[in-house]
Structures are given as C-alpha cells and as structure tokens.
C-alpha cells in the first residue's frame, strides 16, 4: 500500500489501476478508506489498498474573510435580526465535505447582501449559534426575550430569526406560545443547504422573511422554499409548520391548515385568513412560564405499557402520538388509568400527522376519554408537546389544564377543518 | 329539567327554546349532556338543562343479519382471504355513533358481493378480529403461518389480507421480511369509513385488492385509495406504506419510492419496477425469527437522554427517530457510546418521513456514527423498527446487524433516490 500523506481539504491526484481521480480529500470515518469529492459533487470511497499512487495538487488553506461594515439604511423600513445558528449560518467544511458554522457575525450579512436591499437591520442578536438539534427550552426563552425587546421597540416593523431546520418547527410554536398579543410579524427562516452551494435556499428565504417580517401579518410564521424551485417562499403558522423532508428545500409544510401566505422577494399575497397588525390593543406580552417535565411518546405495535411507569415518575404531563384517530393498545388503559388518577396529565394526538384524533369513533378511545385522556383535536404531536410544558408551566391553570389545553391560542387548532374531508 | 328515558340508538325529537331537533342518540361521555346524531351526519351535544320535553319517535333495536351461503365459483381465479378485523370488517354501531366489529365471517362476504365476481375465495380464515392498534409481532407471526399455507397451494394465485389501518403499515413491513422468496402477491387492504357508510372505501379498496391479488406481481402490497376520489387504488410496497391521515379514504403514503402500481376493479397498471411472478425460483420460506426486544424512540428538543438507560436494560436494540438528516442533541453521545460498547443496536432514522438519513453533513452524526450507529438511509422508522426485531430475531446473524440492517431485503431501501432533490 502505498503511503499518502494527505490531510482533509487537500486536493489530489490519485492513480488507481484503471484510471486517474482527482478531488478533495474529505474526513473519512474509515481509516482504510480514502473519501473523495469529485468535481460532480459527489463522494466516493476508495480502498487505500487500490490505490496505486497520490499526490497533492493543492494543499488545503482556510480562505480569509473579508469583513463588510455595515450600515444602517434609514429609508428602508426597520427590522430586528436574531441569528441562532444552523446551516442558514454555515458554510461548506472543507475538511470534512459537510458544513461547519460561520464565526463571524458580519460574515453572516456579507452573505445576504440582498437582504440589506428590502430592509434596514436596525437591531441584530446572536444570542448563541448552534445546530438546532441541540435547542432545549432555555434557548427558546432567550429567543422569546430578544424577540420581545425589539418587538418593544416602535421603530422595528417585524423580527426575523434565522434557525436551523431541525428542530424549528418546535421553536416556532414555543414562540407562538410565548409571545401573548403579538401584533408584529415574527418570521423564522432557514436554510436545507449552506449559502456557499449552488443550490442552496438560504438567500430565497432570507428575502422573503425580510418581506413578511415587514408585512401586515401579526403572527409567528416559518418562511421558506414552497417548492424545490426557487421563485417564492410560504409562510406557515408557527403552530402548524413540520419539517417533512430531511434535505428537500421546500422542507416545511403546513399541517391541517393552509399557508398563511405566499411570499416573493418583493411581495406578499395573502391566502387564508391571519391575525392582523395593530389588530391587537394590548401590549406585547412575554409569558415563558414553562416546564420541562413533560414528554412526547410515540406509541408503535407491541410497546410495553410499562414504559409509562418511567415517564410517570419523571414528568407532570406526557403527550402520546397514537395510531390513526388516536388509538393504542388496549393493554395501556389500566396503567394509564392510574397514573391519571395519581395526576399525570395525558394528552392524545396522532402519527399520521395529517388530521385529527377523535375518541368518538372506537371503543378503546371512547375509554380512554372517559378516564381522562386529552384528545388535542388536529394540533400537531410536536406543537402539543410545547404546548402542554407551557401549560403546565402556569401555576395558576393547575385546575383548568384541559381547558387550556384545547384552547386556541395560536392557531394550533384548526376549527374549520371537517373531520370528514 | 325534564326526565328523558332515552337509550343509545334511539330515535328522538327534542323541543328546545327556538327550535325542535331530530336525530339518534349516541352514548355521550358527560351524563349532563345529550349527545345527537343529526341527519346531516353531523353529531351536536346539548345540555340537558336546556331541552324542553322530547320523546322517543322509534326504539332501537339491533337488526337482524341474514347470512349468505358461500360458494365457491372456479371458473374464477383463486385466492386466500385473511380476515383480521378493524374498520374494514365493521359497521356502524347504533348505540355509540362508532363503530362496532361484525361477528359473523360470511357476513364480511354479505359486504362485499363484488368481491366475488372477481376472485373465487379457495381459502378463508380469521385467526382472530382486532382492532389494528392492538396487534403485536405474535399477531404478525400469525398471519404470515396462514399466508404461507395457502402461498403453498398451487392454486392459489395470491393472498388478500384485510386489516385495520393503525398498525396497517407494520404488519405490511413484518410479512415483507418474514415471507422469503416471495413468488405471488400479498396484498393487504383497509377502510377507513365502515362499509354502511355512503362515504366507505371499503369496496374499491377489496376489489382492487382482489385485481392486485392475481396480477403478476410477487411482493407484499397494500392497496388502498390513491385520492379522496373513489376511482382507483395505488398498490404500495409494503415497507415503504405509511398512513400518513387519520382519517382521508387515501391514508396510506408510499415514501421514498412511487407506488408499485395504479389498481382498478378491472386493471393493474404498473408504474415501478417490481418483483416479478415466477422470477423466484426458490420455494417460498417463512422466516419468523422474531424478537420484541427492540424500541422505537422519537428523538425531541430537551430530550433526557437517561431514557436511554432505560431502554439499555429491556432491549437489545433501539431505533432513534432522529431530527432532519439523523440528529439529535449532541448530549445524547456519551451515553450512546457507552451502551453501544455494551451491546445495544442503535440504528437512526428521519422524523422528517421523507427523505434520508446521512452521516456525512454535520458533526454530531459524523460521531454518532464513529461511535456505531447504524445510519439507515431512507427506510421508514416504522419498518426500521420491525426489520431490526427481525435481523436481531436471527441468532446466526449476531456479529453482521449492521450489514443485515443495510441488506435490501424487501425494497426497503430506494438505492435510486437521490441524496440531492
């Protein structure tokens, strides 16, 4: 075998029997295989020992970054910026062939020139940068609190926040929560693929939150691709955005419910009802009272009931995505029967995503109802999930949890849709 | 507040303040409330304390059923017929406003005359009628014995399965990996509205179940509404089927793949590759190596990762519905590696649905990966889920899970999606 002394990012020549290749070295999990990405795009695997010889044709350097100034544009209407990380604030790794975080803050708008053509940032945060999978419910809280000082702010038309894909759509309904008589636009956007890509969705996106975060709309929306073309965005209601594709850019769809809104670069055209702006006379108010002692289950064939012996010592409330309209095993019912009695709150929702739980239509539903079971209509498992750690977060609703529960606070039920479509 | 001797199923009319109602009555979960199934189909809850006088118009009675002789017709081609239960072998209940299971086998072949214009029914059992939330791998097993006994008559051309939707789309994954060398169609069917319904499925869903049953193709299938129009079927891959609505006659998704086919009452119209009749020359086998100590866990934001101590102790092996391309909160690594180094299968799948996994783009799944995850590329976790009971169910395949894991056993892996849409 012959000895190759690479490092990731380097650009080579190799020669295997056959043929020559050239790339870049990539971060291989595999110490006998060299990983090479190809002029194409894409990754091969070679085995070393199939490797006749190599040799570097340019060695890997990071680039230097210019940094802009930037300016505050006064005739162009205010917004606040509040970048949290993910690819949307990334670039291509040459090391490795994913993508790695950006570092600099002004990288980030050097970027997104465009974007200082449709609005003047009059306020920027970065409360932290991180992937999304990795947001909790304290982030969500330090999001809300920034959200809500330049929302105070009479200047700022809107708050745009950029996030990663992954867990947004948990972050848009915690916002949904928290932010009480909102009457600004509160526009999350992101990115599937990194700006420094040719195909990737971020700048599309970034333009058209900027367009929403200015719009008349007074509500807490996912702004992003609504095809894999790159002509306009969606806004989806925050409660209802699910990400339902793992690299597509049109990632998000709205769930039991029809986009808000159809957005371009230069406008914005409203396509079901929405709350308004200056609709609301009360003041903004911020209310993250939240629990964490609450979880999501997802039921599947032959779980062992005893799991909720677990969960009912951990958490205060548990929410089930259950089959179809919002069945489990029979088996469950005498345990959740005592956990309810002993004060666990249990709330049903449905793993088909699309449509409603019901307990009016089997028997095993229509038991679980009567021994207390939540049956949360069409809000989705994972804005239910949010929902209930707000709930239970109020001291206050201890009593009313129910009632809260099946509350429409931000649109997370849809009333109109008929059960039988 | 006026006594009303009212009994389920009952026919009623009501005074109210303004207005006189008609309609039955249903069971309703609150004793102070009348609960009443309009004409319209529309059911309304009324508080007792607000209706003037009422009384009984006609009493319920439950009807009687008159059973058919069934016969055999041989000039048709044959079939095997499983009969599992759920809504497909239900009707309405008077007494609840649900539905209720039928209790005589001939009375499903009363349902469905048309059925019998197409096949000749050689074999017919019913190993036992459950709603499909209730199924477990003892109930997969099951039905995969009775498939295999009437796949061995040479007469039979294929088996038709009915089934509840709920767990539909797990059954279909188990006889995909239990029935090897398939050479004839297993074709699963449903109904998502009982066939005394006007809206029921239930018809077109058994007939072109019965068309797809005799066609050449040698997989396990489900076939059910292709849209809301009650026009033709699509034939999906079993591993690849989702019900992806709780309640739309067109639940049932084929993800990360085109469905198999088109399926009319009178044609098939294949528009995949597909396995065909006659193409395995091998006799058909029944692998039901089969072990229940496997989890399904949907990862969410803030998750404790000490669920996973938990899960360490009771199975031998977990699938993590991770978020976007495989991810999950980078706290979860340290416990991850040490129950991996002790044995546990870790595999991860998309809670995205579509689209696949890849270890390649960020850094915490390039180190769960390191660690020994097993990325499992575009199958679904609910037939992750059941595949890994199943490899892990094979004792002599201990020291190749992974290998096993990624072996495409029943199309359960789309080797031709593209990474990049």
Known sequence: MVELNFHPGDYVRLRLALEEIDGQVLESPDSGILLIKLKSGYNIGINKENILAGRVIKKYSEEEIKLPKREERKELPSVGLIITGGTIASKASQSTGGVKPITHVDEFLTYYPELLNIVNIKKLEIPFMIFSENMTSEHWIKIAEHAKKMLDDNDIKGVIISHGTDSLGYSAAALSFFLRNLNKPVVFTYAQRSIDRA??????????????????????????????????????????????????????????????????????????????????????????????????????????????????????????????????????????KKHIKNGLVVCMTSQTIFGKVSPYVYSTARELERAGVIYLEDILAETAFVKLGWVLGHYGWKTRVKEKMLENFAGELSNRIEFEE
Chains 1, 2 share one sequence.
Not at 237 to 258: E, I, P, Q, Y
Not at 270 to 289: A, H, P
Request: glycine residues 6%; hydrophobic residues 35%.
């Open 199 to 336: 195909s990737s969705d971020a700048s599309l996106n970034l333009q058209c939150a900027a367009r929403m975060a200015i719009s008349d709309c007074a509500e807490v929306v996912v702004v992003g691709h609504a095809s894999s073309n790159d002509d306009f965005c969606y806004a989806i209601r925050g409660t209802k955005a699910r990400k339902l594709h793992s690299s597509r850019r049109d990632a998000f769809k709205s769930v039991n419910a029809k986009p808000i809104a159809k957005v371009w670069k230069d406008r914005v055209e409203f396509i079901s009802d929405y709350k308004k702006r200056g609709e609301n006379k009360n003041n903004l108010e911020l209310d993250t009272n939240y629990t964490d002692k609450v979880a999501l289950i997802k039921f599947y064939p032959g779980q062992d009931p005893s799991i909720l012996d677990y969960y009912a010592l951990k958490y205060k409330g548990i929410v089930i995505e259950g089959c179809g309209l919002g069945q489990i095993n029979e088996s469950w019912l005498p345990k959740l």
